[in-house]
Nanobody
């Protein structure tokens, strides 16, 4: 059973930065594709960034150039560095893990990010 625990959310002013962390347990972290998603009330969860085991990345157009996804396999942790934050980045951010060849996704509990002055 894979467990994912996010942290690092909070309240930040527009233009500010936050770094989210997601620690994984119960899986071979280094081979999994890891992703960050976000969701606001009444809307579907949307992709923010994905990082594969060979370090290929994919970003939502709305965050390109501002957000960076990275991983530390020694710490079983994936990060999301968020810079130049905007009010529209306000959401609950979720970490997702998927093993190679699997169709099953594992999700964390989410961490709230609020961008407001």
């Amino acid at each position: 059973q894979v467990q994912l625990v996010e942290s690092g959310g909070g309240l930040v002013q527009p233009g500010g930065s936050l770094r989210l962390s997601c620690v994984a347990s119960g899986s071979r972290f280094s081979i999994n594709t890891m992703g960050w998603y976000r969701q606001t009330p009444g809307k579907q969860r949307e992709l923010v960034a994905v990082l594969t085991r060979d370090y290929s990345t994919n970003y939502a157009d709305s965050v390109k150039g501002r957000f960076t996804i990275s991983r530390d396999n020694a710490k079983n942790t994936v990060y999301l560095q968020m810079n130049s934050l905007k009010p529209e980045d306000t959401a609950v951010y979720y970490c997702k893990s998927r093993a190679p060849g699997s169709v099953r996704d594992y999700w964390g509990q989410g961490t709230q990010v609020t961008v407001s002055s």
